[in-house]
């Protein structure tokens, strides 16, 4: 559902799968649902998504239109019996996540959302080295997210406008999912937004979550591209660059002076960063880190729970987390002068 960029792309890893599976396309411009359906060798297009839904009953659905649409057509895809997936976020409000819980009743795993940046290489290697304790108990987080592309780049499409909170509600929860994923869940927000004469361009949160501290920072004016996490341990700091896929591990020596710290620091930094250009050429020319690893690797995972009946790789509470964080952060800069909203 929802034949844009995003669309396509979920359908070109869909058929990555080599399973076999039959693609259908639905949009409600139905010429564009045509001509997807034509770049991938043709299929069934539809403008209506309750017709495609009663006429083809598919098995799976992949829910990839705009944010303000993505709860009703969930739930009328679970309704319909299919297992979905859907884009992030779930939903915009608790209400909204309501709706798609209760048409989950009795089926609790056949819905998973695409925080897809879990899944990229370099978050996997980030996220192994917390859990075997790389760098002690994580303290904080500290993420930015600078999503203005440079000139002749992909510009916000027109539903943007739609959305509470403009284009931070569709690119905020990347930020949220990621250090709710490390830190906890979200227990209460701060929220500031600044203006810059394109408008309102620069956001700033503050999350208390149940395992410490995670700061967010988003500009919708910054160049380049950037999606930086910084993860703070008692024995280390991991820094993830996934604008530029890889991630990097920064220890302490035990016992070691101020000035061999800072030098062997500064060694691992170089040798690791080289590493990861080297990694990054390599899986460009191969074609592993090309386009979308991430969203190819949790699509992958969902496809192989709904045919093993496992748990999905993102489950339903874990989006509804997330719109739980995001409602806050909308309603606490509905009202600057409260200095913090629960989540």
Not at 24 to 33: K, T
Not at 46 to 56: I, K, N, Q, R
Not at 75 to 88: D, F, N, Q
Not at 297 to 313: D, K, M, Q, T
Request: aromatic fraction near 4%.
């Amino acid at each position: 559902m929802g034949c844009g960029r995003i669309g396509a792309t979920h359908a070109a890893a869909v058929r990555g799968l080599g399973d076999g599976a039959s693609l259908v396309f639905s949009d409600p411009d139905l010429d564009a649902a045509r001509r997807t359906a034509a770049s991938f060798g043709g299929g069934p297009a539809y403008g209506d998504v309750d017709d495609c839904l009663a006429t083809e009953r598919p098995d799976v659905v992949h829910v990839c239109t705009p944010p303000d649409t993505h709860a009703d057509l969930a739930v009328r895809a679970l309704s319909a019996g299919a297992a979905v997936l859907v884009e992030k976020p779930l939903a915009l409000s608790r209400t909204e996540a309501a709706l798609v819980a209760d048409a989950l009743c009795g089926r609790p795993g056949v819905l998973c959302v695409d925080h897809n940046f879990l899944f990229e290489p370099c978050m996997l290697r980030a996220r192994g080295w917390v859990s075997t304790g790389r760098i002690g108990r994580v303290l904080a987080a500290d993420i930015f997210y600078g999503v203005e592309p440079l000139p002749g780049g992909t510009r916000p499409a027109s539903w943007v406008a739609r959305l509470p909170g403009g284009r931070f509600a569709d690119v905020l929860p990347h930020a949220l999912y990621l250090a709710r994923h490390f830190m906890g869940d979200v227990e209460q927000v701060a929220a500031c937004d600044a203006r810059a004469p394109a408008g309102c361009t620069e956001l700033g949160v503050t999350l208390a979550c149940a395992r410490g501290l995670a700061s967010v920072r988003v500009s919708l004016a910054a160049a380049p591209w950037e999606l930086g996490v910084v993860l703070r341990g008692e024995e280390g700091t991991i820094r993830v660059d996934l604008a530029r896929q890889r991630a990097v591990l920064l220890q302490v020596p035990r016992g070691a002076g101020r000035r061999t710290a800072q030098l062997r620091v500064a060694a691992a930094t170089a040798a690791q960063t080289a590493l990861g250009v080297v990694d990054r050429a390599l899986g460009k020319a191969t074609g592993r880190l090309r386009g979308y690893p991430g969203m190819r690797a949790l699509i992958s995972a969902f496809h192989c729970s709904v045919r093993n009946g496992l748990p999905p790789p993102v489950p339903f509470h874990e989006g509804a987390a997330v719109v739980n964080a995001l409602e806050a952060i909308l309603s606490c800069l509905d009202t600057p002068s409260a200095p913090s909203v629960p989540a």
